[in-house]
Structures are given as structure tokens and as C-alpha cells.
Antibody
Framework: VQLVESGGGVVQPGGSLRLSCAAS????????MHWVRQAPGRGLEWVAF????????YYADSVKGRFTISRDNSKNTVSLQMSTLRADDTAVYYC????????????WGQGTLVTVSS | QSVLTQPPSVSAAPGQTVTIPCSGS????????ISWYQQLPGTAPKLLIY???RRPSGIPDRFSGSKSGTSATLGITGLQTGDEADYYC????????????FGGGTKLTVL
């Protein structure tokens, strides 16, 4: 299993950014996918989850209405569209694969850093 | 303020046993499986325990998980210096809508 995030970088407050996660080594369409972030020196914060068929999406209150999770099962990718970014969105963003029973996050990418700063 | 409560830090000597508690409520630990994650410095988190007590392939049996009511515990026996890391519990919370929640994390120091 391999998860590779991309799309991080520096963005101004109020700006937008799209993160992508390329998955390989497993049947992507059979598993839900998460995004989790970690601000510098802080703990893990869950961001969003999308079911295996994309039918349901769930968001943390801190990003609801600003971030959108999506997936393309034909390309084995999951994305996170982030808009109206704020300084407190600065973090390393990880994509993670859900277990079959959605009871945990069993594989994680290496993360991509998003910095929101003017 | 995390929905799941963990102590900020624990410590023990090499070879000793340590337990890390995670306290929640009926809407999270009390009604959903708990999982545990290890994050070594500068690396991505790694799943240690899922479905309360199950270990993924490759995780040594020095690591164990248990749950009772609205609390869960990660146990580590035969502590090694390489176990020094941050440990997080996580689970679904279904108070209003389904959200995943993590504990605030516990820094394990192996003295």
C-alpha cells in the first residue's frame, strides 16, 4: 500500500488550494479514505472522510463549508479542495486509508505541508 | 480541547510496562471501536491497534489494547527506547453527525 500526497505549498489567507493523494497497492474503490492534519507542534486533527463509493462525506466542524473531499475511483485518487484558507489551517496534511470496517486508519501517506501566510 | 482525553505525557524505564488511558463518552468510545496510533518523531502516524484490541500484521504483541465502557487503554510491555513517541487514540463520534475524533496525544518517554 502506498499513499502519496501532493499539492501543498504556501497560500495567502483567503486563498484556495487543492491537495491530491495517489493510492496504489490495494483495491482503492473498496475502502473509505480520510484526510488528517497536524499543525506544527500539535496533535492530530481529523479533517474529512469519504466513503468508498463517494456516496457520503463527513467533515470536521472547523472545515465544514470551506473544504470539500472527493475521489476518483478510476484514477485511484482522493482530493481535498480547500478554500477560504486561514492561518490556523497551516499544517501537514495526511491522507489515510480506512480499514475495511472503517474502524481505523491503517495506512498513511507521508504528508504534504500547507502554509497559510501573507 | 479534544473529545477524547489522554494524559499529555507518561514515562517509564526500559523493560517496564506502561499504560496510556483514553477517556471518552457514550457517543464515541462507548459505541464505536477504538484504535491507537504511534507517531515517531518526524514521521507519519502508524496504526498500532484497531477494533479495540486487534493488532495489524507486523505489530509486536508487546502492544495491546483494551476497552471498558467509555474508556480505553493502550498497554506497552518490555519498553524499548524505540518506543519513545507520541500515541493517539481515535474513534468515530456520533453526537450529531458522524465525525472521527482523536485524543490529544500522549508523549511517551523511555527513561
Amino acid at each position: 500500500v502506498q499513499l502519496v500526497e501532493s499539492g501543498g505549498g504556501v497560500v495567502q489567507p483567503g486563498g484556495s488550494l487543492r491537495l491530491s493523494c495517489a493510492a496504489s497497492g490495494f483495491t482503492f474503490s473498496n475502502f473509505g479514505m480520510h484526510w488528517v492534519r497536524q499543525a506544527p507542534g500539535r496533535g492530530l486533527e481529523w479533517v474529512a472522510f469519504i466513503r468508498r463509493d463517494g456516496s457520503n462525506k463527513y467533515y470536521a466542524d472547523s472545515v465544514k463549508g470551506r473544504f470539500t473531499i472527493s475521489r476518483d475511483n478510476s484514477k485511484n485518487t482522493v482530493s481535498l479542495q480547500m478554500s477560504t484558507l486561514r492561518a490556523d489551517d497551516t499544517a501537514v496534511y495526511y491522507c489515510a486509508k480506512s480499514t475495511m470496517t472503517s474502524s481505523g486508519l491503517d495506512y498513511w501517506g507521508q504528508g504534504t505541508l500547507v502554509t497559510v501566510s501573507s | 480541547q479534544s473529545v477524547l482525553t489522554q494524559p499529555p505525557s507518561v514515562s517509564a524505564a526500559p523493560g517496564q510496562t506502561v499504560t496510556i488511558p483514553c477517556s471518552g463518552s457514550r457517543s464515541n468510545i462507548g459505541s464505536n471501536y477504538i484504535s491507537w496510533y504511534q507517531q515517531l518523531p518526524g514521521t507519519a502516524p502508524k496504526l498500532l491497534i484497531y477494533e479495540d484490541h486487534r493488532r495489524p500484521s507486523g505489530i509486536p504483541d508487546r502492544f495491546s489494547g483494551s476497552k471498558s465502557g467509555t474508556s480505553a487503554t493502550l498497554g506497552i510491555t518490555g519498553l524499548q527506547t524505540g518506543d519513545e513517541a507520541d500515541y493517539y487514540c481515535g474513534t468515530w463520534d456520533s453526537t450529531l453527525s458522524a465525525v472521527w475524533v482523536f485524543g490529544g496525544g500522549t508523549k511517551l518517554t523511555v527513561l
